[in-house]
Structure formats: C-alpha cells, structure tokens
C-alpha cells in the first residue's frame, strides 16, 4: 500500500500553464512522464521513459496550482496528462486526491493502460487502484486508440485488456468522459473503423459521454524522432486533410450518444 503520510515523489515531463484543450476552462496541464504504449503516431517519443523527466512531489504540483486558482474559475482546473498518468498509478492517485481535498477540478487525460507491478496484480491492487483514482476524477478524457484486440495491438504495440479493464471500471462508475480518436490516414479513415468504435462504446451505457472527439493525425513529431534516433514508423503517411475529419465527425455527431 502507498504511505500516504510519507512525501510521494513522481516524474514530471513538462507543465501547461492556461491550457484550453485538455478539459474544461483554463487549466493547468500536468504531463507526467512515462507510457506503456508504443503508438505508431506518438509525437512524444520523449515520454516514454519512466525515469525520464525529474522528480516532482504532489506537494510542489498543488503549490503551482494554488498560485492559478485565480485563472480556473468555475470550470478550470487541472489535467494529468502525459505520457500517460497512469504509469505512475500511485502519485497520480496521491495528486488527485490532493487536489480534491483542496477543492480543484480534476481531469485524468489516458489511454487507459497503466502499468503495475507483477505482485500488484497477483494481490489485485491494480483495479483497486484504478478504482480510486476514478473517484477522484471529474472528468477522465479517455483517448480510445483503437476499440479492437487486434487493432489496439498493430497500432500500441500493447494489449487492449488495460483498456478494457479501465472502461469497464469507468462504466461501472457511471463516469463523466470525453471520448478522442486519432483519425490516421489509410489506417482508420473509414466507415468500417467508425462502427468498430460505436460498437464498442455501445457496450458501456452508462457512462456520462460529454463529447467523442476525432484528431487529426499530423507530422509534427518527426522532428523529435530524429533527434531521439528513432525511426518514424509512419514515415510515409501525410497529415489528415480538414475536409475527412469533418466528414467523420459529422457521422460521429449523429450517433446521438452524448449527454446533453
Ligand atoms: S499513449 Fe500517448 S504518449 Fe503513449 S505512446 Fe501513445 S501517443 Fe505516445
């Protein structure tokens, strides 16, 4: 179990002062560093590492925030983000229930795969975890790379369980979500993956959908492959053009699946 009287020290990517798109209001972004996931379009490569980035307590993180309170108003607050927050399970269930007890609106922006140790999962510590950092979550913003087993794995590199088992847990919850996608050109660009992802959004009703959100893939995180000597494995795939994305919204916008 996590000591929660002892300083819990976590690994800091970077911040976001007055972000707008990671949430409700202004807010504080917080990218943690670390992620499970190995997406073929990730433009931060330099997340990846989970001792990468520096050592930050929830104590410092809350100070920052309480010197934006004034910037979050009624709607504003703070997102965890990354990487991936819930590679650091611990510190980002720690932040969060910080930042509840000072009354700050919290958002968990993930892909729903976290990483815990072998004795955490015998001992079923992952979803109790999970669990709680759930219920310390406004509004989780929950990036579905792919709704399929066999997608989810060509696309991440990883098993789609981590994703399932968070959403089931979300589900059971009755969370308030917003859903995003990565639209990439050629790989999930048509009607087919679109009904994969309402199929499997159709399981979890009772989930509070504010909003399903379609990205655009873009190129800007070459530049960072090459500085890191990593190969960019999409190379050959362009940006997605405006003119497709509104085309696939609009389909997603008649689904009818949000919460007014
Ligand atoms: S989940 Fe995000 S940070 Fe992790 S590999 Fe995928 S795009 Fe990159």
Redesign the pocket.
């Known amino acids: 179990m996590t000591d929660q009287a002892a300083p819990i020290t976590g690994r800091l990517h970077s911040y976001e002062t007055l972000g707008t798109l990671d949430g409700p209001g202004l807010r504080l972004v917080v990218f943690l560093q670390g ?1 499970p ?3 073929l ?5 330099d ?2 590492d989970l001792v990468g980035g520096r050592p930050i307590t929830v104590a410092e993180i809350i100070a920052k925030a309480q010197r934006m309170r004034p910037y979050f108003g009624t709607t504003g607050g703070v997102t965890l983000s ?3 927050p819930l590679a650091q399970p611990h510190f980002t269930l720690a932040l969060l229930q910080a930042l509840k007890r000072e009354g700050i609106h919290t958002v968990l922006d993930t ?1 729903g795969t976290a990483i815990f140790t072998a004795s955490e999962r015998a001992q079923d510590q992952d979803s109790a975890t999970i669990q709680a950092i759930l219920d310390a979550t406004d509004l989780v913003l929950l ?1 579905i ?1 792919a709704p399929t087993a066999t997608g989810f794995q060509a696309l ?1 590199g990883r098993s789609i369980a981590g994703l399932e088992q968070f959403i089931e847990l979300a589900h059971a919850n009755g969370q308030a979500i917003w859903i995003r996608q990565v639209i990439v050109p050629g790989m999930n660009d048509n009607q087919s993956d679109l009904k994969a992802l309402r199929d499997f959004l159709q399981r979890f009703p009772r989930l509070q959908i504010g909003k399903i959100e379609l990205l655009p893939y873009h190129t800007l995180g070459v530049s960072k492959y090459k500085q890191l000597g990593i190969p960019y494995p999409l190379a050959e795939i362009g940006a997605l053009p405006a003119e497709k994305l509104a085309e696939l919204q609009q389909e997603v916008d008649s689904w009818s699946m949000t919460v007014k």
Do not use: F, I
């Open positions: 992620c996931l190995r997406c379009y990730c433009h931060n490569p997340t990846w990354g990487g991936e892909s990036d790379k991440t």
